[in-house]
């Protein structure tokens, strides 16, 4: 479906042609420009004529008035000069009327811009380091990783995610020796992750006191790395235990991974990415170790071999794209992090372009800011952290005694606190540009009042709730609207506008705003106009149509940024 603002566009990029014949403007251009009124009374969409006068020479209300005089559309009834602005009117029951029924008749697909035609994606996120804790630093790199991929397929790209686990590095050699030293089968097979998060803590406690200990440690990564047969095998042990407790969270999530190839994988791929980067003299000697000079680009340099020879994060990095590249094809391959490693990842695309793979300019990072706890900043070596896993068993618990207080003879209160508990929290955590930081703040994660998940959550199963009692959803026809039925129906015309900014942006929370928007539309229609009461049967009609377009649309936007819908709270 055309968008309100592309058909303006095109009719208003015809009318520039036909007033000012010496410019071009293509419909993009000006779709960009038009502006959605805050106030209905200065119309439905709006021209700003400042931003034309350049190109057109002139001043903005000759533009306007111009551009007034040539513009025709189907959708637009009238137009309006208000000094330097171009406001357009839209015929509001021919357009709710479309708009209404075009959602009926695509139905979840709606808003999708079909422009992935089966290409690839492949999305490295979540990627935890094994073994650490998995806190609310994560939280982002998961939940925006996924819906990245969720927005991705709902365009029609193929998606791979991935999780890159952080199984390799030095703090294997400090958990084993940690392990050695102070703990016990059992007491890892029982205290799960938290056991191998408490020796690595209890490490660095001790690595204070006693600088054996860290030469120790080198000593067993080194042992590991030879392959050693003991420490493989407790390695691997070590991993099982954290994908155990890392699988619990992704499920509550409602996240699967297509591979879960971690850093270890590219071990014996990096020895071919070494001679490219040989072949092509990119590797220098700086104080013995191997690194790639960046300078030209000012950028530090890019260390890929250390002094000893062993390998580093950027080189694992380097060896995972190309493999990637060879085994997926991918159209774009884009990675979740923290922006503390946009540093990290600038420099790596970097050597791949230098290193001749021309497909460098398709790596993305889309980092975001840092979290912190009621102010305080995070930090895993001395056990500031709040676990994921804690953090929404307490959701969960809060969402269990909401749900039973208000409905105690609920079917599956299990399967609705979870679903209520965890959507908070991610609601939560997705409702500002990814780029802010963010203090986290348990109470105002697990508030189910206002602007919140459970809210969006309650207005979804609302919707079904009016839907069961309604029975068949017809067509929309045309009758006198209520001013709260046109903003609704505006609203839901915006949709296909919000998934392209989330796109193009990598902004899933383009979709969490639009959601407050949506249930603020809603809930003042709900308020407003009578629904299954209503006595005047088209009126009737429309208005199921509507509440049956809100259901369809809020259930794919929530759907999209991880969060799951149960049609009875
Ligand atoms: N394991 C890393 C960390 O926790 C994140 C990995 C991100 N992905 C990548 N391909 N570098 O910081």
């Known amino acids: ?21 010496a410019v071009t403007l293509t419909a993009d251009e000006i779709a960009a420009m038009l502006e959605y009124p805050p106030d209905a009374n200065m119309g439905d969409l709006a021209l700003p004529c400042f931003k034309l006068s350049r190109v057109l020479r002139a001043a903005p209300p000759q533009i306007a008035a111009a551009l007034a005089g040539a513009f025709s559309c189907t959708e637009i009834a009238r137009t309006e000069v208000a000094g330097g602005y171009l406001n357009f009117f839209i015929d509001r029951t021919a357009f709710s009327a479309r708009v209404i029924n075009t959602i009926r008749a695509e139905g979840d697909m709606y808003g999708s811009p079909r422009t992935g035609n089966g290409k690839t994606v492949v999305l ?7 073994a650490k804790p998995f806190h609310i ?6 939940v925006i ?41 059992e007491a890892v097979e029982s205290g799960e992750i938290d056991e191998l998060v408490r020796l690595y803590v209890r490490f660095h406690a001790e690595a204070e006191q006693d600088e054996s200990l860290g030469d120790a440690a080198r000593a067993e990564f080194a042992k590991l790395e030879a392959h050693d047969e003991e420490n493989i095998a407790l390695w691997k042990w070590f991993i099982e235990i954290s994908l155990r407790e890392y699988q619990k969270t ?15 994988f590219y071990t014996d791929k990096m020895p071919r990415q070494l001679d490219v980067m040989r072949e092509k003299n990119l590797l220098t000697l700086d104080d013995g170790a191997s690194v790639v000079n960046l300078d030209e680009y000012n950028m530090p340099v890019c260390l890929i071999l250390k002094r ?8 694992r990095d380097i060896a995972a794209a190309v493999y990637r590249k060879e085994t997926y094809d991918f159209d774009k391959c884009i990675y979740v992090t923290s922006a503390g490693q946009s540093l990290h990842f600038a420099q790596w695309f970097k050597v791949i372009e230098l290193m001749g793979y021309e497909w460098a300019d398709r790596l993305v990072h889309v980092p975001y800011g840092t979290v912190s706890i009621n102010g305080a900043k995070l930090a895993t070596r001395t056990g500031n952290v709040v676990l994921l896993k ?10 269990r005694a909401i749900t039973l207080e208000k409905n105690p003879g609920i079917e599956n209160p299990d399967e609705i606190a979870e679903a209520v508990g965890v959507g908070a929290i991610v609601f939560h955590y997705l409702a500002n540009n990814r780029m802010r930081d963010i ?30 009692k309604a029975g068949e959803c017809g067509e929309m026809k045309s009758y006198a609207m209520e001013e709260a039925e046109v903003a609704l129906c505006k609203t839901l015309a915006t949709f296909p506008e919000t998934i392209n900014a989330a796109l193009a942006e990598y902004e899933p929370s383009c979709v969490t705003r639009y959601i407050l928007e949506l249930c603020a539309a809603f809930n003042r229609f709900y308020h407003d106009c009578q629904i299954i009461t209503c006595t005047d049967e088209t009126a009737r009609a429309a208005r199921i149509a509507m509440t049956n377009a809100v259901h369809t649309v809020l259930g794919r936007a929530l759907g999209l940024i991880c969060m799951k819908t149960t049609e009875k709270i």
């Open 308 to 315: 000893d020879g062993s390998t580093l994060y950027p080189t």
């Open 124 to 130: 490295d996120y979540s990627s935890p380091n094994v």
């Open 390 to 399: 804690d953090l929404f068993a307490q959701a969960v618990e809060k969402a």
């Open 439 to 468: 203090n986290f703040v348990l109470e105002d994660a697990l508030s189910f009042d206002g602007n919140t998940g459970p809210y969006a959550q309650y207005t979804y199963a609302r919707t079904a709730s009016i839907l069961e």
């Open 1 to 21: 479906m055309l968008t309100l603002k592309k058909k303006t566009a095109e009719a208003l990029a015809a009318a520039v042609g036909s007033c000012f014949p």
């Open 145 to 185: 990783g996924h819906s990245l991929k969720l927005l991705h397929e709902f365009a029609g790209y193929h998606c791979i995610g991935i999780n890159h686990l952080g199984d390799w590095g030095t703090q294997f050699g400090k958990l084993i020796v940690a392990y050695r030293k102070w703990g016990s089968r």
């Open 250 to 264: 992704y499920a509550m999530l409602g996240i699967t991974f297509d591979s879960y190839n971690g850093e270890s």
């Open 137 to 142: 630093g994560h939280l982002g790199t998961t």
